[in-house]
């Protein structure tokens, strides 16, 4: 494990990751480009849930390239790469399910944001987080569900809107999944931390 942690902190490979995730950010945000049209302003910030994870991550990643942690920015990367990671992946398992058949897209979708909750996981070593950074990141995740599910905000599968109520309560647990698998990862066990190339 720690050979691939040490290859992941290689220079070659940040800057690979970085190319990828700053196309990823730019396609997820055109995704959302209709429902972000619709969407009020006072909720803009809060709509595009994948692509503004993996915008966190692209923020990480430059500064990983500078030589220098931004904690907060990772807390937020961490916990939202594999909260809407994970999301994407069991949304369009259960469109599939529904439906009887997925898209091409679909299958895309599930594999790239496998990608993105399994990166974030893979970085948490190069991560230093206290709990305040963790706190942060765990206000901005719950306050986000808030505006999915009570104001209405949440990413549009039309063919699951009968679910809502359901999908609302999975991702409430899922958030909280993803903040206390930050904090076993990096807070509570600091036994290995690795340094940037």
């Not at 990413?155 to 909280?176: K, M, N």
């Amino acid at each position: 494990m720690k050979l691939l942690i040490h290859f992941l902190g290689m220079r070659p490979i940040l800057w690979l990751l970085l190319v990828i995730n700053i196309f990823g950010t730019i396609w997820g945000y055109i995704w959302y480009g209709w429902q972000l049209a619709e969407t009020p302003p006072r909720f803009l910030l809060f709509v595009p849930d994948s692509p503004t994870a993996s915008l966190f991550f692209v923020i990480v990643l430059i500064a990983f390239l500078l030589r220098k942690n931004w904690p907060i920015i990772e807390a937020l990367a961490i916990v939202t790469l594999f909260k809407y990671g994970i999301w994407a992946v069991v949304m369009n398992l259960l469109v599939l399910k529904v439906e009887g058949s997925l898209p091409w897209e679909g299958y895309m979708l599930i594999a790239s944001h496998f990608a993105m909750a399994a990166q974030g996981l893979l970085y948490a070593p190069y991560y230093r987080l206290k709990a305040w950074h963790l706190i942060v990141a765990a206000v901005w995740t719950l306050h986000n569900d808030v505006i999915d599910y009570v104001f209405g905000m949440m990413p549009r599968y039309g063919v699951l809107s009968d679910f809502t109520p359901q999908i609302g309560y999975f991702t409430f647990w899922l958030s909280i999944a993803s903040i206390l698998i930050t904090y076993w990862l990096c807070i509570r066990d600091k036994h290995y931390q690795a340094e940037l190339q």
